[in-house]
């Protein structure tokens, strides 16, 4: 539901790097809670609209990678 307000005060602009930030909030929540499979898809999901944003070299791209890669090992 917080998305979706995100989404109306963004005016339905998913490519942006606030948004991005929910879904990796969220994918650090289900990871809190042991979800990794939800985490994983949080955290792609802020992935992608990252590299639609930022350039291959950003650091956050590289975090999100990571993030994944480790949860995908558990």
Do not use: C, S
Not at 37 to 42: F, G, Q
Not at 67 to 74: D, G, P, S, T, Y
């Amino acid at each position: 539901r917080a998305k979706n307000i995100w989404f109306d005060v963004y005016d339905g602009n998913k490519n942006h790097k606030n948004i991005a930030t929910i879904y990796e909030n969220i994918g650090v929540l289900f990871e809190r809670q042991g979800d990794n499979e939800k985490a994983i898809e949080h955290f792609k999901e802020a992935l992608n609209i990252k590299k639609r944003i930022f350039d291959i070299g950003h650091p956050d791209i590289k975090i999100l990678e990571d993030k994944i890669k480790i949860l995908k090992q558990n």
